[in-house]
Nanobody
Framework: QVQLVESGGGLVQAGGSLRLSCAASGRTFSSYNMGWFRQAPGKEREFVAAIRWTGDTTRFADSVKGRFTISRDNAKNTVHLQMNSLKPEDTAVYYC??????????????????WGQGTQVTVSS
């Protein structure tokens, strides 16, 4: 069982930055691949970024490549999403998620086992 709590969302102007954090508790956090997803009103939840449990491999959605970075600190049981050059289309509720399938990074929401409650990110133009 893993519990996830996101923080760091808010309102920012286009071109600005936000840093989201996800605090995890529970068993063997370091054994989970961690992902960030987002969901805008009326749209499906979509993959944003993920990082392997080892921290040595990351994946990003094409829409955020070059703008977002993901990192983790297993000693502190945290994962972060640094979002730069934000655009209005980045507006969504952002969720962190944990996947106990260690071998591969998954991009489908259904593959993740645990989810946080989400944090709102709003980018104004």
């Amino acid at each position: 069982q893993v519990q996830l709590v996101e923080s760091g969302g808010g309102l920012v102007q286009a071109g600005g930055s936000l840093r989201l954090s996800c605090a995890a508790s529970g068993r063997t956090f370091s054994s989970y691949n961690m992902g960030w997803f987002r969901q805008a009103p009326g749209k499906e939840r979509e993959f944003v970024a993920a990082i392997r449990w080892t921290g040595d491999t990351t994946r990003f959605a094409d829409s955020v490549k070059g703008r977002f970075t993901i990192s983790r600190d297993n000693a502190k049981n945290t994962v972060h999403l640094q979002m730069n050059s934000l655009k209005p289309e980045d507006t969504a509720v952002y969720y962190c998620a944990a996947d106990y399938s260690i071998l591969l990074i998954q991009t489908r929401p259904a593959e993740y086992d645990y989810w946080g409650q989400g944090t709102q990110v709003t980018v104004s133009s």
